[in-house]
């Protein structure tokens, strides 16, 4: 590690080889965690590069617990994290109203680090008992359309980092590394990202990619479609900047859409919301991320239609309803 990081201290960039390499080495517990944590930090402080990215989510992808769903044709609506808005769990929400709506989901996940809480708080909280059992797995997507992939629990590497991370209380490369490396190998994918820069790296690595996806970053700030102002959304075939009218929807302030100030009021909101209670904001908010995922999936489908099934999945019950069969409740 010391060649690495006097590389890195000198601000020059991994090769792919040599960031697969480190982090296959950090993930077989290879490095102490003052290595790892000066590891870290060099990338609070420069811009990660796509060879360094890939040779990254590789490592990982190598070291993971692989899940066989190739006979679904799943989805995975997954934000990078790290914007520091403290909303809601739009794109946990959003899930389920793709599983309402008859979409087969694989919702990648962990717990909060850089925000308050993330999908695996929420549905902890709700009763969901994380697992990586095939059988569990392949139950929930043929009954609930949904199944979810505790991130420690596929990624055994992590638990090198894990502590390191949350000491830190920062957005690393690993909040750009959760989206890429789900341990199922979706065939389509929803993701939110916390920068431009991010964006454009995303963009690179799914091009070489056999997935439908989606890269969405609200100009504000936002890891996902806020309606508060312009969203950039790239896709295979498409770059776009778009305003909420795009989803036939009105523009909306930042503070409709904050989440909770802990799990307990995270998870009520996130129920409100299933349960069509919530406030006509939070629920476009949900409405706008689903389009987008159901678009991802089927791209021919207008975006209108896409708004109107996700509307359908919410107000007619659906939704709640596959939460419930995801529950066991």
Known sequence: MKAILEKLYYNEQLSYN??????????????????IASFLTVYLMRNISVDELSGF???????????????????????TGGDEKDTFNI?????????????KVAKHGNYGVSSGCGSSNVLEYLGYEFSNNIDKIKKEIAQANITFLHAPLFHPAMKYVAPIRRELKQKTFFNMLGPLVNPSFPKAQSVGVYNLEVARIYSYLLQKSNQNFSIIYSLDGYDEISLTGETKIITKNTEQVILPEYFGLNIIKAEQIVGGKNVEQSAKI?????????????????????????????????????????????ESGNALKSLKIFLNK
């Open 270 to 314: 996130f129920v409100n919301i299933l349960e069509n209670k919530a406030t006509q904001a939070q629920k476009n908010v949900v409405l706008a991320n689903s389009a987008i995922a159901i678009n991802t999936i089927i791209p021919d489908k207008s975006i209108l239609d896409c708004v109107d099934e996700a509307k359908e999945s919410l």
């Open 18 to 35: 040599e960031a697969l390499d480190s982090l296959q080495k950090i993930g077989t517990g290879q490095f102490n965690n003052s290595e």
């Open 91 to 103: 794109s946990t929400l959003s899930s389920f109203v793709l599983a309402g709506a008859g979409y």
């Open 57 to 79: 989510r590789d490592a990982l992808l190598n070291l993971c617990i692989k899940v066989d769903l190739s006979n679904y044709n799943t989805i995975d609506l997954c934000g």
